[in-house]
């Protein structure tokens, strides 16, 4: 697949990097602030800060299902194992942060390590043994469901402590802290990716696996350490879900691996690796969050809320695409 | 050129299939030990159970690989499969005659599989998100058209035919058989096939080349709907109903059982022959493990074990590539 800028460059080649990243950037603004406009046209009381508290909130909990996989997105590669990984870590950690005798702390670090180490088996399979990490992760998402059915038997645990819930229920300065929690992984990541010697490894990786190994890239470890990041990442989702429904429920985050896909490719970050930024992920996760709302606002039913979904995103990144070529086209 | 282009084709299928030994040695050793273990694994009733619910997940499995060799990716067969059973239900529980409400639910079916071909090969879409996209307005179709329930009451004689044998060959055995050898013939002797493997080796090079790469891309996806359409049936005559959510989740056992098969997910390689037994090779550790009574949780548990075995069984015989080297 070649990228945007390579099909639409013009015969004469007068487009600049600086203006196709302006772009890159704000075409995605355009297509969101339509979606505002739009649904604010219907429904006035849209912008309050009450609802949209709740739009914000839940554009965090899909940026932070979707950090981890943004990540071995980058790397060329993919983590199915998101959702499974956040329901195992949230029933791991569930027993120590029931009301009645919360040991809150020791319940964040089960959680953590169980992400942890699903992302570290993930990152051996799929830079040790070389399994294509379709399979790596498939087989993963499989194995951290059984285990998370296993450990809790089946069954969900209610009634958390409140001291916990705070993650996922507070506010501080009239902001979720959900939404201060996505924002502080991201500004971590952003940091990471960008300021430091992994970060460009990371690019470098994605985009030429070959040519970053002679340049002295040490590709196993850069890999192992993007896969168990995403798994600690999962793991930092699942207990903010855990925290945000007042549950741990096995059967959650199904459908997680598709959202955080979904977030990541309405966010500019393509399959092929090297491309793509946090930030622009975190503008899929508002479109897509701003966009679920629309639809329960505007009364849509269930069935076809699948339907408009569907089309949805086909008409927001084909608008995405046109817009950017437009721009290139000048 | 041409020849070349041929022969790099055969030598890329034989490669897909080299790449599968590893499933096909732990594929016999699963026969072996269930035959061993689980009582009425062997038998012909149960043979013609594995088909049935093989049938399936193969005939999508091979529409599947031949996107996967163009480099992208299908993720709308699942819910296509669902359409199809529901527009088939709704028309004939309305009256129409057999033959028309059959052609016009495989006329959906190829309607999605052009809809996927056509924003990923001329609008430029990424094929997941092209895919993603039908996938949703397929199922919430599905959804919509039959309010979320089960069609029932549908064509008792279509059911049994369905269900059938011929000869004492059941039906979806000999639809996996057929389509399979269609699918190995236009892979492997048409000029499409070979160009499809061209334009995912290197779809730069196929298109200086003179190829077609766009409508290529197009009919493929185009395909894979009609055979994700095909499967639709199939699924009627296994649950007797013309279910919404049938094929939920297909799309992953599919991708899955294709790379098992020895498809390359990076595009320019892969088989029918490979397809098919990947396929297998699922359907028989789902089916195994069901009959030795293993949990829900269980099975689940060791299907994902075992896929990563077969990877490192090729890993432990050294046929996997260093990393750098597989770009």
Known sequence: MSTVAERARPPGGRWSPALVAVWLGSTRLVVLMLLVAAISAYFPGYLEPSNLANVLRQAALLALISYGMTLAMLTAGLDLSVGSTVALASVAAAPFLVASQPRVLEGIVVGLAVGLAIGVVNGVGVAVVRIPPFIVTYATMWIARALALLVSGGQSVYSLDPTFRVIGTGFLFGIPITVLVALAVFALLHVLLHQTVFGRWVYALGANPQTAYHSGVPVTRVLIAVYALSGLLSGIAGLVYTARVNAAEPEIGELFPLDAISVAVLGGVPFTGGQGTLLGMLSGALIIAVLNSGLDILGVSAFWQVFAKGLIIILAVSLDLLLRRLALAR | ?327
Do not use: K
């Not at chain 2, 979806?172 to 892979?187: K, S």
């Not at chain 2, 894979?224 to 109903?241: C, E, H, N």
């Open chain 2, 1 to 327: 050129m041409w020849p070349s282009l041929v022969a790099r084709a055969r030598q890329q299928a034989g490669r897909a299939l080299a790449g599968a030994q590893g499933s096909l040695l732990v594929l016999v050793a699963l026969v072996a030990v269930f035959a061993l273990v689980a009582p009425g694994f062997f038998t012909l009733s149960n043979t013609d159970t594995l088909a049935r619910q093989g049938a399936i997940l193969a005939i999508v499995t091979l529409g599947m690989t031949l996107v996967i060799i163009t480099g992208g990716i299908d993720l709308s067969v699942g819910a296509v499969v669902a359409l199809t059973a529901v527009v088939f239900g709704l028309l004939a529980r309305q009256g129409w005659p057999l033959p028309v409400a059959i052609v016009a639910a495989l006329a959906t079916a190829a309607a999605c599989g052009f809809a996927n071909g056509w924003l990923s090969a001329y609008v430029g879409l990424p094929p997941f998100v092209a895919t993603l996209g039908i996938m949703g307005v397929a199922r919430g179709l599905a959804l919509v058209l039959a309010d979320g329930r089960p069609i029932t009451g549908l064509d008792r004689g279509l059911l049994d035919a369905l269900n059938g044998q011929v000869l004492g060959i059941p039906v979806g055995l000999l639809a996996v058989v057929g389509l399979g050898g269609l699918t190995h013939a236009l892979l492997a002797h048409t000029r499409w096939g070979v160009g499809l493997l061209a334009l995912g080796g290197n779809r730069q090079g196929a298109r200086l080349a003179g190829l077609p790469v766009h409508r290529d891309e197009c009919l493929v996806y185009l395909y894979a709907g009609v055979l994700a359409g095909i499967a639709g049936f199939l699924t009627l005559g296994r649950m007797d109903v013309a279910h919404p959510l049938a094929g939920s989740g297909l799309e992953f056992d599919a991708i899955a059982a294709a790379v098992i098969g020895g498809t390359a997910l990076e595009g320019g390689r892969g088989s029918a022959a490979g397809a098919l037994l990947g396929a297998a090779f699922i359907t028989v550790l789902r089916n195994g493990l069901g009959i030795l009574g293993a949990s829900l949780y269980v099975q689940l548990l060791v299907v994902g074990l075992v896929i990563v075995g077969a990877f490192a069984l090729d890993y432990l015989a050294g046929r996997r590539q260093p990393l750098a080297g597989a770009a």
